[in-house]
């Protein structure tokens, strides 16, 4: 059964920080893995989608890389700001196969000072 | 205005009343999808619809029924709520493209006393 496992669940930075979030997932056969934001009273926005085959993508002060032999995805934030501090949820679509649900990891809490 | 809208956005029910939480979409999707976050737990999927005469049970369905009424309304009943449904209620579309992005709804909190 595949597991998506986030470290830390929180952090706490200093505006100006570069910062990195980490996913992991115990199954590497993912179709693609995809990254989230989560403010309160707003749901999720996606940030990033990384297909299988791709090693990494990147929106603007955002860099999401994978590697999929090792189970391992990073979320790169560049020069953090305050308007950061959000819970960043990553999640992996295990396959192509139509109706295949998206699974969460539980997410790390981000705050960023100013 | 919102391209994935939940109704409502807070509700507060007693044991064993029948809760109907509400999805609609501007967004021209044809797959719908219903999920509950519980602290420590992450999202999971409920049910989830490709399009109104497909619907289909996620990981956790039962207590549960959903109606796709149509192509941009998907709805989540708790025939009889329970307090362990007491969580936040997540409604997301996609377009079954091959990235296949979701976009999600703003969340319903929802207490069962």
């Known amino acids: 059964k595949q597991e998506v496992t986030q470290i830390p669940a929180a952090l706490s930075v200093p505006e100006g920080e570069n910062l990195v979030l980490n996913c992991s997932f115990t199954d590497s056969a993912i179709y693609n893995l995809q990254w989230f934001r989560q403010d309160p009273g707003k749901g999720l926005t996606s940030l990033l989608l990384?297909?299988?085959?791709?090693r990494e993508q990147t929106s603007g002060r955002l860099n999401a890389s994978l590697d999929k032999s090792s189970g391992r995805s990073t979320l790169y934030i560049a020069a953090s700001q305050p308007g950061d501090s959000a819970t960043y949820l990553c999640a992996v679509r295990p396959s192509s196969r139509a109706g295949t649900a998206l699974i969460f990891g539980k997410g790390t809490t981000l705050s960023v000072s100013s | 205005d919102a391209d994935v809208t939940q109704t409502p956005r807070n509700r507060i029910t007693k044991t064993g009343k029948r809760i109907m939480l509400e999805c609609s979409q501007t967004?021209?999707?044809?797959?719908m999808y219903w999920y509950r976050q519980d602290p420590g737990l992450g999202l999971r999927l409920i049910y989830y619809s490709f399009d109104v005469k497909d619907i289909n049970k996620g990981e956790i369905s039962d207590g549960y029924s959903v109606s796709r009424q149509a192509q941009a309304k998907f709805s989540l009943s708790l025939e009889s709520a329970i307090p362990n449904q007491t969580a936040l209620y997540f409604c997301?579309?996609?377009?079954?493209?091959?990235?296949?992005?979701?976009?999600f709804g703003a969340g319903t909190r929802l207490s069962v006393l």
């Open positions: 990384i297909q299988s085959s791709q």
């Open positions: 967004k021209g999707h044809d797959r």
């Open positions: 997301a579309t996609s377009d079954g493209t091959e990235a296949n992005i979701q976009y």
